[in-house]
């Protein structure tokens, strides 16, 4: 019981330390995102608000101009903006010790994310989606012809977790072997089309045998 308890005392630390990092990180990211400099931390900045209203009693009409552009202005301010007007209302001391920290943070980070970012995830990201597209359709195909070959046969059978293993790695085959000849042959327009286009009716099929091999062990054990 004892045992039970220090475990979960010892989960909740874990946890709230986890969340302290991804907060602080956030709010550093944020921070940096909001001012460019450290200066514009630390300088006191006149921030302008909406104008008072003042009612005049008896007297001349006055310009105004001034006034409604200030409106104007606070009007097309963005929320990033806001929010960054609302830090500058601070106290100088706690901008100071707890903005000044966060910056620097944030900065770092994104010096250090930033080239991996720019250099590895738009190309990497493009993989992922476009081969991720490729195999939803080739599952919904599949799926479609079970059901339509084998009506009686549950997909959870023929797609269990059992058999998407080889299916992904069998993919990952495919995608390989696909860049290799489109390398060793970059003047086949059709190689790789071709390889692609077997690739994804041997799976059918392998889906398809998949399913007759489950009907007939449903037709054993019924007999």
């Given at each position: 019981?004892?045992?039970?308890?220090?475990?979960?005392?010892?989960?909740?630390?874990?946890?709230?330390?986890?969340?302290?990092?991804?907060?602080?990180?956030?709010?550093?990211?944020?921070?940096?995102?909001?001012?460019?400099?450290p200066a514009e931390i630390i300088k006191d900045e006149e921030i302008t608000g909406p104008p008072p209203i003042v009612e005049t009693i008896d007297r001349a009409p006055v310009d105004d101009g001034s006034d409604e552009l200030t409106t104007e202005e606070e009007e097309k301010k963005t929320p990033k903006d806001r929010l960054r007007d609302?830090?500058?209302?601070?106290?100088?001391?706690?901008?100071?010790?707890?903005?000044?920290?966060?910056?620097?943070?944030?900065?770092?980070?994104?010096?250090?994310?930033?080239?991996?970012?720019?250099?590895?995830?738009?190309?990497?990201?493009?993989?992922?989606?476009?081969?991720?597209?490729?195999?939803?359709?080739?599952?919904?195909?599949?799926?479609?012809?079970?059901?339509?070959?084998?009506?009686?046969?549950?997909?959870?059978?023929?797609?269990?977790?059992?058999?998407?293993?080889?299916?992904?790695?069998?993919?990952?085959?495919?995608?390989?072997?696909?860049?290799?000849?489109?390398?060793?042959?970059?003047?086949?327009?059709?190689?790789?089309?071709?390889?692609?286009?077997?690739?994804?009716?041997?799976?059918?099929?392998?889906?398809?045998?998949?399913?007759?091999?489950?009907?007939?062990?449903?037709?054993?054990?019924?007999?």
């Amino acid at each position: 019981m004892e045992h039970t308890e220090e475990k979960k005392k010892k989960d909740i630390k874990k946890t709230a330390a986890r969340s302290a990092v991804a907060i602080t990180t956030a709010a550093a990211l944020m921070t940096s995102g909001l001012f460019k400099d450290p200066a514009e931390i630390i300088k006191d900045e006149e921030i302008t608000g909406p104008p008072p209203i003042v009612e005049t009693i008896d007297r001349a009409p006055v310009d105004d101009g001034s006034d409604e552009l200030t409106t104007e202005e606070e009007e097309k301010k963005t929320p990033k903006d806001r929010l960054r007007d609302l830090l500058l209302r601070l106290p100088k001391a706690v901008r100071i010790i707890i903005l000044m920290p966060l910056w620097c943070i944030g900065t770092a980070i994104m010096t250090v994310l930033t080239p991996l970012f720019n250099a590895v995830l738009p190309p990497l990201l493009n993989i992922v989606l476009r081969w991720g597209l490729t195999a939803a359709i080739l599952l919904a195909l599949a799926a479609a012809a079970c059901k339509l070959i084998f009506p009686d046969i549950p997909l959870k059978q023929v797609f269990s977790k059992k058999n998407l293993i080889p299916a992904v790695i069998y993919g990952a085959l495919v995608g390989i072997s696909g860049w290799l000849l489109h390398d060793l042959y970059p003047e086949s327009r059709l190689l790789v089309p071709a390889v692609y286009a077997g690739a994804a009716l041997l799976f059918m099929g392998g889906c398809l045998l998949t399913a007759a091999f489950r009907k007939q062990q449903k037709t054993a054990v019924n007999d």
